[in-house]
DNA sequence: AGCACGATGCTCT
DNA sequence: GAGCATCGTGCTT
């Protein structure tokens, strides 16, 4: 088993993280079984500034993981019924956060399959509930092993094999942030 | 292939 | 009380 990304991973600038988390291999443990797939798709929130970032309304109870230091989950609830999974970046009292939108199943595939009754992991709330990630994984150290939840090194993805766009589902966010292009896609027809 | 809509409950105003 | 970093269904092209 190859070592979690490290602290000091986290610890840059939000985009740089985003970026380079496209390749990397998400794992959760789940029952005792290695459950994990390519992330595919990121996107960065960064900063109080950011009218799309949760810390836009400052530092409250559901927001406090994201002024705490790099390399821990934060994991939300929205929707009423979905879960979704980013990863803490930049330095304490610096509140950002790279959700995790989308994965390439790779480990446990028949798991995952069956949790999602067959259908894909192409979306942040359906690689959660593929994986058995929710409200309990809020706030773990994804640079322990023993918390179960972290992040392996993958293989880099090229420069060409990646488009960057805006982020989605911002459908009441002012510019310009709703057209910031924080988004970071490993091209489709690159996903092996 | 694409759009409209309902589900369902937490967070912040 | 409004809005939500979504998803699946069902209907239209």
């Known amino acids: 088993m190859l070592q979690p990304l ?8 939000t985009l740089t993280v985003a970026r380079e988390l ?4 998400l794992v959760h443990m789940l029952n005792g079984v290695r459950l994990a797939g390519i992330i595919v798709e990121t996107e960065a929130y960064i900063g109080e500034a950011d009218l799309a970032c ?3 309304a400052g530092r409250t109870a559901r927001t406090a993981i994201m002024y705490g230091p790099p390399g821990h989950a934060y994991v939300y609830f929205t929707y009423g019924m979905h879960w979704l999974l980013n990863a803490v970046t930049e330095t304490e009292n610096s509140p950002a956060a790279v959700l ?3 994965i390439q199943p790779v480990e446990g595939i028949e798991i995952i399959s069956a949790r999602r009754h067959g259908r ?3 979306g942040p709330a359906k690689l959660t509930l593929a994986l058995g ?11 322990d092993p023993a918390s179960g939840l972290w992040i392996e090194p993958g293989h880099p993805i090229p420069e060409k094999s990646v488009t960057i766009g805006p982020r989605v589902g911002l459908n009441s966010v002012p510019e310009p942030w709703k057209s910031m292009p924080w988004r970071f896609i ?5 996903q092996a």
């Open 54 to 56: 949760h810390a836009k």
């Open 133 to 143: 990630i929710d409200g309990a994984q809020n706030g773990l150290d994804l640079c």
């Open 6 to 13: 490290r602290r000091s991973f986290y610890n840059r600038p």
């Open 22 to 25: 496209l390749g990397a291999r």
């Open 120 to 122: 894909g992991t192409n």
């Open 100 to 102: 995790i939108r989308a």
């Open 186 to 190: 490993v091209s489709p027809n690159q």
